[in-house]
Protein backbone atom coordinates (compact mmCIF):
# COMPACT_ATOMS: atom_id res chain seq x y z
CA UNK A 1 0.00 0.00 0.00
CA UNK A 2 1.28 3.53 -0.60
CA UNK A 3 1.85 6.68 1.45
CA UNK A 4 -1.70 8.17 2.24
CA UNK A 5 -1.46 11.50 0.94
CA UNK A 6 -5.05 13.49 0.61
CA UNK A 7 -8.22 13.42 2.91
CA UNK A 8 -11.61 13.05 1.89
CA UNK A 9 -13.43 16.32 2.39
CA UNK A 10 -16.54 13.97 3.62
CA UNK A 11 -15.16 11.23 5.76
CA UNK A 12 -11.30 12.54 6.38
CA UNK A 13 -9.87 9.50 5.66
CA UNK A 14 -6.69 9.59 3.69
CA UNK A 15 -5.86 8.60 -0.01
CA UNK A 16 -2.81 8.20 -1.97
CA UNK A 17 -1.92 8.34 -5.52
CA UNK A 18 -3.26 4.79 -6.12
CA UNK A 19 -6.27 5.33 -5.20
CA UNK A 20 -6.67 8.58 -6.94
CA UNK A 21 -5.66 6.07 -10.48
CA UNK A 22 -8.25 3.52 -9.77
CA UNK A 23 -10.94 5.79 -8.93
CA UNK A 24 -11.50 5.23 -5.11
CA UNK A 25 -10.67 8.66 -4.87
CA UNK A 26 -12.04 11.63 -7.08
CA UNK A 27 -10.14 14.84 -7.43
CA UNK A 28 -12.81 17.26 -8.63
CA UNK A 29 -14.83 16.93 -5.77
CA UNK A 30 -11.75 15.40 -2.86
CA UNK A 31 -14.34 12.93 -2.18
CA UNK A 32 -13.70 9.19 -2.01
CA UNK A 33 -15.55 6.22 -3.44
CA UNK A 34 -16.41 5.06 0.09
CA UNK A 35 -18.71 8.44 0.66
CA UNK A 36 -20.09 7.90 -2.94
CA UNK A 37 -21.14 4.55 -2.60
CA UNK A 38 -22.70 5.62 0.98
CA UNK A 39 -24.93 8.57 -0.37
CA UNK A 40 -25.52 5.95 -3.76
CA UNK A 41 -27.16 3.53 -0.95
CA UNK A 42 -29.67 6.45 0.65
CA UNK A 43 -33.17 7.45 -0.52
CA UNK A 44 -33.60 10.18 -3.61
CA UNK A 45 -34.98 12.61 -1.07
CA UNK A 46 -31.73 12.54 0.70
CA UNK A 47 -29.06 12.46 -1.71
CA UNK A 48 -29.74 12.41 -5.37
CA UNK A 49 -26.60 10.91 -6.07
CA UNK A 50 -25.85 8.33 -8.25
CA UNK A 51 -29.51 8.08 -8.80
CA UNK A 52 -30.81 7.63 -12.29
CA UNK A 53 -34.55 7.55 -11.94
CA UNK A 54 -36.73 10.80 -12.70
CA UNK A 55 -37.79 13.31 -11.92
CA UNK A 56 -34.70 13.53 -9.45
CA UNK A 57 -31.81 11.55 -10.89
CA UNK A 58 -29.26 12.79 -13.17
CA UNK A 59 -29.86 14.78 -15.68
CA UNK A 60 -26.24 16.41 -16.95
CA UNK A 61 -28.16 18.78 -19.21
CA UNK A 62 -29.86 20.81 -16.06
CA UNK A 63 -28.73 23.62 -14.91
CA UNK A 64 -28.49 22.14 -11.25
CA UNK A 65 -26.77 19.22 -11.97
CA UNK A 66 -24.60 21.39 -13.83
CA UNK A 67 -24.30 23.16 -10.19
CA UNK A 68 -23.60 20.14 -8.15
CA UNK A 69 -19.74 19.82 -7.15
CA UNK A 70 -20.23 15.27 -7.52
CA UNK A 71 -20.99 15.36 -11.32
CA UNK A 72 -18.59 14.02 -12.28
CA UNK A 73 -18.12 11.22 -10.27
CA UNK A 74 -21.67 10.66 -10.52
CA UNK A 75 -21.77 10.24 -13.91
CA UNK A 76 -19.08 7.92 -13.76
CA UNK A 77 -20.69 5.46 -11.70
CA UNK A 78 -23.95 5.76 -13.71
CA UNK A 79 -22.02 4.54 -16.88
CA UNK A 80 -21.61 7.67 -18.87
CA UNK A 81 -18.42 8.32 -20.36
CA UNK A 82 -16.34 11.13 -18.54
CA UNK A 83 -12.79 12.17 -18.76
CA UNK A 84 -11.57 13.16 -15.18
CA UNK A 85 -8.71 15.08 -14.87
CA UNK A 86 -4.96 13.80 -14.74
CA UNK A 87 -3.98 14.33 -11.16
CA UNK A 88 -0.97 16.42 -12.44
CA UNK A 89 -2.79 18.82 -14.32
CA UNK A 90 -5.19 19.04 -11.24
CA UNK A 91 -2.15 20.04 -8.46
CA UNK A 92 -0.44 22.23 -11.24
CA UNK A 93 -3.89 24.36 -11.62
CA UNK A 94 -3.89 24.60 -7.52
CA UNK A 95 -0.83 25.38 -7.38
CA UNK A 96 -0.71 28.24 -9.32
CA UNK A 97 -3.82 29.68 -7.06
CA UNK A 98 -1.45 28.75 -3.72
CA UNK A 99 1.87 30.16 -5.01
CA UNK A 100 -0.60 33.33 -5.49
CA UNK A 101 -1.88 33.28 -2.00
CA UNK A 102 2.23 32.20 -0.43
CA UNK A 103 3.02 35.77 -2.31
CA UNK A 104 0.39 37.64 -0.95
CA UNK A 105 0.85 36.25 2.66
CA UNK A 106 4.89 36.91 2.49
CA UNK A 107 4.52 40.25 0.33
CA UNK A 108 6.63 39.06 -2.55
CA UNK A 109 6.01 38.47 -6.26
CA UNK A 110 4.62 35.11 -6.93
CA UNK A 111 7.30 34.60 -9.21
CA UNK A 112 9.84 33.79 -7.19
CA UNK A 113 7.91 31.20 -5.35
CA UNK A 114 8.90 27.85 -5.22
CA UNK A 115 6.66 24.83 -3.96
CA UNK A 116 7.60 21.15 -3.34
CA UNK A 117 8.03 18.97 -7.06
CA UNK A 118 7.85 15.75 -5.41
CA UNK A 119 4.66 14.05 -6.38
CA UNK A 120 3.69 12.68 -3.13
CA UNK A 121 4.50 16.39 -1.31
CA UNK A 122 2.36 18.29 -4.34
CA UNK A 123 -0.73 16.18 -3.20
CA UNK A 124 -0.38 16.59 0.33
CA UNK A 125 -0.34 20.13 -0.65
CA UNK A 126 -4.28 19.53 -1.50
CA UNK A 127 -5.32 19.34 2.01
CA UNK A 128 -5.19 22.49 2.43
CA UNK A 129 -7.64 22.88 -0.59
CA UNK A 130 -10.14 20.31 0.85
CA UNK A 131 -9.68 22.53 4.52
CA UNK A 132 -10.30 25.74 2.46
CA UNK A 133 -13.86 23.74 0.70
CA UNK A 134 -14.45 22.28 4.56
CA UNK A 135 -14.41 25.34 6.67
CA UNK A 136 -14.99 28.02 3.89
CA UNK A 137 -11.88 30.00 4.35
CA UNK A 138 -9.60 30.76 1.66
CA UNK A 139 -6.36 29.32 1.25
CA UNK A 140 -4.53 32.48 2.05
CA UNK A 141 -6.33 32.15 5.37
CA UNK A 142 -4.89 28.96 5.98
CA UNK A 143 -1.45 29.79 5.36
CA UNK A 144 -1.79 32.59 7.44
CA UNK A 145 -2.53 30.44 10.36
CA UNK A 146 -0.46 27.63 9.55
CA UNK A 147 3.08 29.50 8.51
CA UNK A 148 2.27 31.53 11.94
CA UNK A 149 1.75 28.14 13.97
CA UNK A 150 5.24 26.73 12.36
CA UNK A 151 6.93 30.26 12.20
CA UNK A 152 9.96 28.61 14.46
CA UNK A 153 10.91 25.57 12.79
CA UNK A 154 10.16 27.69 9.22
CA UNK A 155 13.86 27.11 7.47
CA UNK A 156 14.59 30.12 5.98
CA UNK A 157 15.49 30.63 2.08
CA UNK A 158 17.63 32.48 -0.07
CA UNK A 159 16.17 34.72 -2.26
CA UNK A 160 12.60 33.06 -2.70
CA UNK A 161 9.91 32.44 -0.98
CA UNK A 162 9.14 28.83 -0.13
CA UNK A 163 6.61 27.44 2.61
CA UNK A 164 9.78 26.31 4.93
CA UNK A 165 8.00 23.12 6.14
CA UNK A 166 7.64 20.01 4.93
CA UNK A 167 4.66 19.38 2.98
CA UNK A 168 3.65 16.44 5.61
CA UNK A 169 4.00 18.86 8.79
CA UNK A 170 2.25 21.48 7.10
CA UNK A 171 -0.82 19.55 5.84
CA UNK A 172 -0.69 16.46 9.09
CA UNK A 173 -3.35 15.70 11.30
CA UNK A 174 -2.04 18.14 13.89
CA UNK A 175 -2.38 21.30 11.84
CA UNK A 176 -5.56 19.96 10.57
CA UNK A 177 -6.76 20.29 14.62
CA UNK A 178 -5.37 23.72 14.83
CA UNK A 179 -7.57 24.76 11.53
CA UNK A 180 -10.40 23.80 13.31
CA UNK A 181 -9.54 25.61 16.60
CA UNK A 182 -8.70 28.80 14.99
CA UNK A 183 -11.40 28.66 12.60
CA UNK A 184 -13.98 28.03 15.76
CA UNK A 185 -12.71 31.14 17.13
CA UNK A 186 -12.47 33.10 14.44
CA UNK A 187 -16.31 32.34 13.49
CA UNK A 188 -17.80 31.69 16.57
CA UNK A 189 -21.48 31.41 14.65
CA UNK A 190 -20.44 29.88 11.29
CA UNK A 191 -19.92 33.24 9.84
CA UNK A 192 -17.50 31.70 7.39
CA UNK A 193 -20.48 29.10 6.53
CA UNK A 194 -23.16 31.24 6.07
CA UNK A 195 -20.81 33.97 3.67
CA UNK A 196 -19.97 30.83 1.72
CA UNK A 197 -23.34 30.05 1.07
CA UNK A 198 -24.71 33.33 0.33
CA UNK A 199 -21.37 33.48 -2.40
CA UNK A 200 -22.71 30.62 -3.97
CA UNK A 201 -25.88 31.68 -4.61
CA UNK A 202 -24.47 35.01 -5.77
CA UNK A 203 -23.34 33.06 -8.26
CA UNK A 204 -25.63 30.59 -9.58
CA UNK A 205 -28.30 33.34 -9.42
CA UNK A 206 -25.69 36.17 -11.53
CA UNK A 207 -24.77 39.25 -9.18
CA UNK A 208 -26.49 42.42 -11.25
CA UNK A 209 -24.21 44.37 -13.38
CA UNK A 210 -24.30 48.01 -13.93
CA UNK A 211 -23.41 50.73 -15.65
CA UNK A 212 -24.84 53.90 -17.24
CA UNK A 213 -28.06 56.08 -15.59
CA UNK A 214 -27.34 54.63 -12.09
CA UNK A 215 -30.54 54.39 -10.78
CA UNK A 216 -32.34 53.38 -13.45
CA UNK A 217 -29.57 50.54 -14.18
CA UNK A 218 -29.98 49.68 -10.56
CA UNK A 219 -33.61 49.05 -10.42
CA UNK A 220 -34.04 46.92 -13.71
CA UNK A 221 -30.87 44.79 -12.60
CA UNK A 222 -32.22 44.29 -9.47
CA UNK A 223 -35.85 43.40 -10.80
CA UNK A 224 -33.59 41.03 -13.28
CA UNK A 225 -31.69 39.57 -10.35
CA UNK A 226 -34.60 39.08 -8.09
CA UNK A 227 -36.71 37.28 -11.37
CA UNK A 228 -33.60 34.93 -11.70
CA UNK A 229 -33.08 34.33 -7.86
CA UNK A 230 -36.40 33.07 -7.31
CA UNK A 231 -36.63 30.99 -10.72
CA UNK A 232 -32.74 29.32 -9.56
CA UNK A 233 -34.40 28.81 -6.15
CA UNK A 234 -37.51 26.82 -7.45
CA UNK A 235 -35.40 25.38 -9.84
CA UNK A 236 -32.56 23.97 -7.41
CA UNK A 237 -34.45 21.43 -5.73
CA UNK A 238 -32.27 17.97 -6.12
CA UNK A 239 -30.83 16.89 -2.86
CA UNK A 240 -27.40 17.52 -3.91
CA UNK A 241 -24.26 18.20 -1.46
CA UNK A 242 -23.81 21.82 -0.35
CA UNK A 243 -27.59 22.83 -2.18
CA UNK A 244 -27.31 26.32 -1.18
CA UNK A 245 -31.24 26.69 -1.31
CA UNK A 246 -32.13 23.33 0.56
CA UNK A 247 -32.47 23.20 4.12
CA UNK A 248 -32.42 20.06 5.59
ZN1 LIG B 1 -14.87 9.72 2.17
Redo the contacts with the bound molecule.
Keep these: MGAVLVE?L??R?RYGLDDIESSRYFLPSM??Y??YGQWQQKPQRESCFGKDRPPLGLDPTSPDCQACPDRLPCMAVLGYYVQLPRWQSFCSRFERHLAQALANVEGVPPSIVILPSKANDRLRLLNLYVWSLRYAVTVEFLLRVLLDKYRNVRQPSNGFATLGVRAATLCGVKSRQWVEDVVAKAYPNGENHLAYRSAMIMRLAGMPRISGDILQSYGTAMERYRQRYYQCAERYYRPWRGNPWRVL
Design positions: CSCRICQC
